[in-house]
């Protein structure tokens, strides 16, 4: 079946515009996660999602970064007012549920540069 | 907190073993491994979790030391193919809810 789907791809954009990341998770799963991931450095978690629960934000670098999830299918991650230390590789990762036990499938990637 | 893996990079050639190590300052009780190729998302590889119980590919082998908060992953007989960045996450929830902490990752060459 078709995996985690990220778009865009690349997305290049200059300091201070507003940009927005797309992930589709694999049909059926429940948790969704973000996760940050800049040159040479290990997965920065972000945030995550669990069915209809409120979202754990905790990872959330400032309040220039927020996510939804619509439907609990789709979610978007929204950066607001983009600095060069944005620049990163923003992962999405889904999973059948949150827990211990359960492996994540992660998506390409969406690899952002501001200018 | 996040856990610290080591070494930071290896090389091997191909045939030789390696071990990669992730430690936590936490009481742990689960930990998960997952490779990344350049270019490429981060693949699973195993799940640990406290206990005993183990998740993964049957050519993988792994350990979990619950009191030294540690985890290995063992790589025999390396291939070309196990090249790429390994990554533990640990997590200390046991039940529905919880996110995993990455370590920075373990940098593994393979050559010929």
């Known amino acids: 079946g078709a995996g985690v789907s990220q778009s865009p791809s690349n997305k290049v954009t200059e300091k201070g515009k507003d940009v927005e990341l797309r992930c589709d998770p694999i049909s059926g799963h429940t948790a969704l996660y973000w996760y940050r991931q800049s040159l040479g450095q290990g997965l920065e978690f972000l945030i995550y999602?669990?069915?209809?629960?409120?979202?754990?934000k905790s990872g959330l670098p400032s309040d220039r970064f927020s996510a939804e999830r619509t439907g609990g299918s789709v979610s978007t991650l929204t950066i607001q007012r983009t600095q060069q230390e944005d620049s990163a590789v923003y992962l999405c990762a889904s999973s059948p549920a949150s827990g211990a036990y359960n492996e994540q499938f992660f998506g390409p990637g969406t690899r952002l540069t501001v200018l | 907190q996040q856990p610290v893996q080591s070494p930071q990079a290896v090389i091997l050639r191909e045939g030789e073993d390696a071990v990669i190590n992730c430690s936590s300052s936490?009481?742990?009780?689960?930990v998960h491994w997952y490779r990344q190729k350049h270019g490429e998302a981060p693949v699973f590889l195993m799940i640990l979790l406290k206990g005993g119980e183990q998740k993964g590919h049957e050519k993988i082998s792994a350990s979990f030391n619950e009191k030294k908060q540690q985890s290995s992953l063992y790589l025999t007989a390396s291939q070309l193919s196990y090249s790429g960045t390994y990554f533990c996450?640990?997590?200390?929830?046991?039940?529905?809810?919880?996110?995993?902490?990455f370590g920075k990752g373990t940098k593994l060459s393979v050559k010929p």
């Open positions: 936490k009481a742990l009780y689960s």
């Open positions: 999602f669990q069915g209809n629960s409120a979202p754990d």
């Open positions: 996450g640990t997590g200390d929830f046991g039940g529905s809810q919880g996110n995993l902490i």
